[in-house]
Nanobody
C-alpha cells in the first residue's frame, strides 16, 4: 500500500525551528516528486515546496518561505524533510506531504497520486 507518513509538527514560538518528516512507502521513491502543502485555518491549501527525488531539483511556491524553509530528501530512508527556521505566526497551519510519480516538481505541480495525513504546526508570537 502507498503510504506517506508526515510527522514533526508541534508548537513553537516565533523565531523557532521545526523539521517535518514525510516517510514514504509503497512506491518507487526515486521516481517521485514529493512536496509539502499547508492549510491555515480559514484559508485555502497552498503549496510550500517540492523536490524531485531523483535529481534533487527543488521548488518553493511562495516567497515567504524562501530562505527560511529547506526541503531535502534522504533516499536511503525514503524520507523527505522540510526544515523550517525562523518560524512566524503566519506559518501556523496543517502541513501535508504529497507525492506524484507521473509529473515533475515545479511551479504548476500538483500531486495526484498520494497524500499523507497532516501534521499541525503552531507558531505563537
Amino acid at each position: 500500500d502507498v503510504q506517506l507518513q508526515a510527522s514533526g509538527g508541534g508548537s513553537v514560538q516565533a523565531g523557532g525551528s521545526l523539521r517535518l518528516s514525510c516517510a514514504a512507502s509503497g512506491f518507487i521513491f526515486d521516481d517521485a516528486a514529493i512536496g509539502w502543502f499547508r492549510q491555515a485555518p480559514g484559508k485555502d491549501r497552498e503549496g510550500v515546496s517540492c523536490i524531485d527525488v531523483r535529481d534533487g531539483f527543488t521548488y518553493y511556491y511562495t516567497d515567504s518561505v524562501e530562505g527560511r524553509f529547506t526541503i531535502s530528501s534522504d533516499n536511503a530512508k525514503n524520507t523527505v524533510y522540510l526544515q523550517m527556521n525562523n518560524l512566524k505566526p503566519e506559518d501556523t497551519a496543517v502541513y501535508y506531504c504529497a507525492a506524484d510519480w507521473h509529473s515533475r516538481c515545479g511551479g504548476f505541480w500538483y500531486p495526484l497520486d498520494s497524500w499523507g495525513q497532516g501534521t499541525l504546526v503552531t507558531v505563537s508570537s
